[in-house]
Protein backbone atom coordinates (compact mmCIF):
# COMPACT_ATOMS: atom_id res chain seq x y z
CA UNK A 1 0.00 0.00 0.00
CA UNK A 2 1.60 3.35 -1.17
CA UNK A 3 1.61 5.59 2.34
CA UNK A 4 3.05 9.03 3.78
CA UNK A 5 3.09 8.77 7.48
CA UNK A 6 3.97 12.17 9.69
CA UNK A 7 5.08 12.59 12.91
CA UNK A 8 6.58 14.63 15.35
CA UNK A 9 4.08 17.47 15.47
CA UNK A 10 3.56 19.17 19.38
CA UNK A 11 3.29 21.86 20.98
CA UNK A 12 6.72 24.68 21.07
CA UNK A 13 7.20 28.00 22.22
CA UNK A 14 7.87 30.94 19.92
CA UNK A 15 11.64 31.06 19.07
CA UNK A 16 11.89 27.24 19.33
CA UNK A 17 12.59 24.09 17.03
CA UNK A 18 10.38 21.36 15.73
CA UNK A 19 11.39 18.66 13.19
CA UNK A 20 8.51 16.62 11.82
CA UNK A 21 9.35 13.17 10.31
CA UNK A 22 7.33 11.71 6.93
CA UNK A 23 8.04 8.36 6.34
CA UNK A 24 7.00 6.26 3.24
CA UNK A 25 6.07 2.89 1.54
CA UNK A 26 4.55 1.59 -1.08
CA UNK A 27 6.97 3.33 -4.07
CA UNK A 28 10.09 3.90 -4.98
CA UNK A 29 10.86 7.04 -2.55
CA UNK A 30 14.72 7.19 -3.41
CA UNK A 31 13.49 8.42 -6.78
CA UNK A 32 10.89 10.62 -5.71
CA UNK A 33 10.91 14.11 -4.78
CA UNK A 34 9.39 15.19 -1.30
CA UNK A 35 7.39 18.15 -0.88
CA UNK A 36 5.50 19.78 2.69
CA UNK A 37 2.16 21.83 2.42
CA UNK A 38 0.87 23.27 5.62
CA UNK A 39 -2.74 24.63 6.65
CA UNK A 40 -3.09 26.21 9.01
CA UNK A 41 -6.68 26.28 10.81
CA UNK A 42 -9.41 27.14 8.99
CA UNK A 43 -7.18 28.30 5.96
CA UNK A 44 -5.78 27.74 2.71
CA UNK A 45 -3.21 25.00 1.61
CA UNK A 46 0.27 26.59 1.45
CA UNK A 47 3.62 25.23 0.27
CA UNK A 48 6.45 25.31 2.37
CA UNK A 49 9.12 23.33 0.47
CA UNK A 50 10.69 20.21 -1.56
CA UNK A 51 13.29 18.30 -1.53
CA UNK A 52 14.46 16.66 -5.19
CA UNK A 53 15.74 13.23 -5.42
CA UNK A 54 19.59 12.13 -5.83
CA UNK A 55 19.24 12.01 -9.18
CA UNK A 56 18.53 15.61 -8.73
CA UNK A 57 21.26 16.41 -6.60
CA UNK A 58 18.99 16.91 -3.48
CA UNK A 59 18.08 20.15 -4.61
CA UNK A 60 15.70 22.07 -2.11
CA UNK A 61 13.26 24.98 -2.77
CA UNK A 62 11.17 26.93 -0.13
CA UNK A 63 8.71 29.57 -0.13
CA UNK A 64 9.12 33.08 0.95
CA UNK A 65 7.48 32.66 4.59
CA UNK A 66 9.47 29.79 5.73
CA UNK A 67 12.88 30.51 3.89
CA UNK A 68 16.25 30.54 6.12
CA UNK A 69 14.03 29.34 9.09
CA UNK A 70 12.91 25.80 8.04
CA UNK A 71 15.14 23.07 6.00
CA UNK A 72 13.90 19.80 4.65
CA UNK A 73 16.23 16.81 4.59
CA UNK A 74 15.76 13.61 3.64
CA UNK A 75 16.95 9.67 4.38
CA UNK A 76 16.98 7.27 1.18
CA UNK A 77 18.05 4.45 3.54
CA UNK A 78 14.84 4.85 5.62
CA UNK A 79 12.59 6.18 3.12
CA UNK A 80 11.60 9.28 5.54
CA UNK A 81 11.63 12.93 5.21
CA UNK A 82 12.32 15.49 7.55
CA UNK A 83 11.05 19.28 8.34
CA UNK A 84 13.65 20.86 10.40
CA UNK A 85 11.43 24.39 11.55
CA UNK A 86 13.57 27.01 13.43
CA UNK A 87 12.89 30.33 14.93
CA UNK A 88 9.18 29.46 15.14
CA UNK A 89 6.61 31.47 15.00
CA UNK A 90 2.81 31.68 16.16
CA UNK A 91 1.71 31.96 12.77
CA UNK A 92 3.73 28.38 11.65
CA UNK A 93 1.13 27.00 13.79
CA UNK A 94 -0.73 24.84 11.36
CA UNK A 95 -1.17 20.84 10.16
CA UNK A 96 1.95 19.74 8.09
CA UNK A 97 1.24 17.44 5.09
CA UNK A 98 3.87 15.76 3.54
CA UNK A 99 3.28 14.68 -0.05
CA UNK A 100 4.94 13.45 -3.47
CA UNK A 101 4.19 13.31 -7.38
CA UNK A 102 3.74 9.19 -7.43
CA UNK A 103 2.30 7.71 -10.49
CA UNK A 104 1.94 11.43 -12.35
CA UNK A 105 5.19 13.11 -12.56
CA UNK A 106 4.25 16.24 -11.49
CA UNK A 107 1.04 16.03 -9.29
CA UNK A 108 0.52 15.71 -5.62
CA UNK A 109 -1.62 12.16 -5.68
CA UNK A 110 -0.02 10.88 -2.34
CA UNK A 111 -0.63 12.41 0.72
CA UNK A 112 0.11 11.78 4.50
CA UNK A 113 -2.47 12.72 7.08
CA UNK A 114 -0.93 15.43 8.60
CA UNK A 115 0.71 16.44 11.69
CA UNK A 116 -0.04 19.01 14.34
CA UNK A 117 2.16 21.66 15.02
CA UNK A 118 0.93 24.22 17.46
CA UNK A 119 3.75 27.54 18.21
CA UNK A 120 2.29 29.38 21.59
CA UNK A 121 3.97 30.24 24.97
CA UNK B 1 5.65 35.63 -6.98
CA UNK B 2 2.63 34.38 -9.11
CA UNK B 3 -1.00 34.16 -7.49
CA UNK B 4 -3.50 32.08 -8.19
CA UNK B 5 -7.08 33.59 -7.43
CA UNK B 6 -10.28 31.67 -6.79
CA UNK B 7 -13.70 32.93 -5.86
CA UNK B 8 -14.30 32.06 -1.85
CA UNK B 9 -17.42 30.20 -2.78
CA UNK B 10 -19.45 28.35 -5.52
CA UNK B 11 -22.85 26.87 -4.44
CA UNK B 12 -24.96 24.28 -6.59
CA UNK B 13 -27.90 22.31 -6.62
CA UNK B 14 -27.56 18.73 -6.65
CA UNK B 15 -27.80 17.47 -10.14
CA UNK B 16 -26.71 20.46 -11.80
CA UNK B 17 -23.12 21.52 -12.70
CA UNK B 18 -20.92 23.39 -10.77
CA UNK B 19 -17.44 25.24 -12.51
CA UNK B 20 -14.83 26.86 -9.96
CA UNK B 21 -12.84 29.19 -11.56
CA UNK B 22 -8.71 29.72 -11.26
CA UNK B 23 -7.35 33.07 -12.33
CA UNK B 24 -3.71 33.56 -12.95
CA UNK B 25 -1.14 35.04 -14.69
CA UNK B 26 -0.15 33.09 -18.58
CA UNK B 27 -1.96 30.00 -17.28
CA UNK B 28 -1.78 29.09 -20.98
CA UNK B 29 2.04 28.41 -20.41
CA UNK B 30 1.52 26.60 -17.04
CA UNK B 31 -0.57 23.55 -16.19
CA UNK B 32 -3.72 23.21 -13.72
CA UNK B 33 -4.19 21.25 -10.80
CA UNK B 34 -7.29 20.68 -8.81
CA UNK B 35 -7.01 19.00 -5.65
CA UNK B 36 -10.56 18.29 -3.22
CA UNK B 37 -10.31 18.75 0.56
CA UNK B 38 -13.02 16.90 2.57
CA UNK B 39 -13.12 18.58 6.39
CA UNK B 40 -10.59 16.95 8.41
CA UNK B 41 -9.17 15.28 5.48
CA UNK B 42 -6.22 15.06 3.56
CA UNK B 43 -6.39 16.82 -0.21
CA UNK B 44 -6.91 14.58 -2.90
CA UNK B 45 -5.74 15.13 -6.17
CA UNK B 46 -9.05 15.11 -8.74
CA UNK B 47 -7.40 16.74 -11.81
CA UNK B 48 -3.57 16.95 -13.48
CA UNK B 49 -1.96 18.39 -16.12
CA UNK B 50 -5.33 20.86 -16.69
CA UNK B 51 -7.21 17.85 -18.21
CA UNK B 52 -6.54 14.60 -16.99
CA UNK B 53 -8.53 12.68 -14.72
CA UNK B 54 -6.49 9.91 -11.95
CA UNK B 55 -7.70 6.80 -11.43
CA UNK B 56 -10.36 6.40 -9.47
CA UNK B 57 -12.15 9.96 -10.17
CA UNK B 58 -15.52 10.04 -11.03
CA UNK B 59 -16.47 10.92 -14.94
CA UNK B 60 -17.84 13.94 -14.02
CA UNK B 61 -14.86 15.62 -12.65
CA UNK B 62 -13.15 17.58 -15.59
CA UNK B 63 -10.76 20.32 -16.15
CA UNK B 64 -9.95 22.87 -18.56
CA UNK B 65 -7.49 25.55 -19.26
CA UNK B 66 -7.39 28.58 -21.69
CA UNK B 67 -5.52 31.96 -21.69
CA UNK B 68 -5.75 33.25 -18.43
CA UNK B 69 -8.68 30.80 -16.31
CA UNK B 70 -8.68 27.32 -15.36
CA UNK B 71 -11.43 25.53 -14.57
CA UNK B 72 -12.89 22.66 -12.76
CA UNK B 73 -16.19 21.05 -13.87
CA UNK B 74 -18.64 19.05 -11.84
CA UNK B 75 -21.52 17.77 -13.97
CA UNK B 76 -23.95 16.10 -12.06
CA UNK B 77 -22.82 17.34 -8.88
CA UNK B 78 -23.80 14.95 -5.84
CA UNK B 79 -23.83 15.76 -2.09
CA UNK B 80 -20.98 13.96 -1.52
CA UNK B 81 -19.05 16.53 -3.62
CA UNK B 82 -19.71 19.56 -0.99
CA UNK B 83 -16.04 20.43 -0.35
CA UNK B 84 -12.79 22.79 -0.38
CA UNK B 85 -11.37 22.97 -3.96
CA UNK B 86 -8.10 24.48 -4.59
CA UNK B 87 -5.86 24.90 -7.83
CA UNK B 88 -1.79 24.40 -8.09
CA UNK B 89 0.65 25.88 -10.47
CA UNK B 90 4.12 24.91 -10.80
CA UNK B 91 6.32 28.54 -10.53
CA UNK B 92 9.86 27.55 -12.13
CA UNK B 93 11.06 24.72 -9.08
CA UNK B 94 8.42 26.35 -6.65
CA UNK B 95 4.27 25.63 -5.92
CA UNK B 96 1.89 28.24 -6.05
CA UNK B 97 -2.15 26.84 -4.45
CA UNK B 98 -4.79 29.06 -4.83
CA UNK B 99 -6.99 30.27 -2.17
CA UNK B 100 -9.26 27.78 -2.35
CA UNK B 101 -13.16 27.25 -3.04
CA UNK B 102 -16.09 26.15 -0.49
CA UNK B 103 -18.21 23.89 -2.87
CA UNK B 104 -21.74 23.93 -1.34
CA UNK B 105 -24.28 21.72 -2.60
CA UNK B 106 -27.64 23.16 -1.63
Known amino acids: EVQLVESGGGLVQPGGSLKVSCAAS????????MHWVRQASGKGLEWVGHIRSKANSYATAYGASVKGRFTISRDDSKNTAYLQMNSLKTEDTAVYYCTTTGTTGDAFDIWGQGTMVTVSS | SYELTQPPSVSVSPGQTASITCSGDKWGEKYAYWYQQRPGQSPVLVIYQDTQRPSGIPERFSGSNSGDTATLTISGTQAMDEADYYCQAWDSSTVVFGGGTKLTVL
Open chain 1, 26 to 33: GFTFSGSG
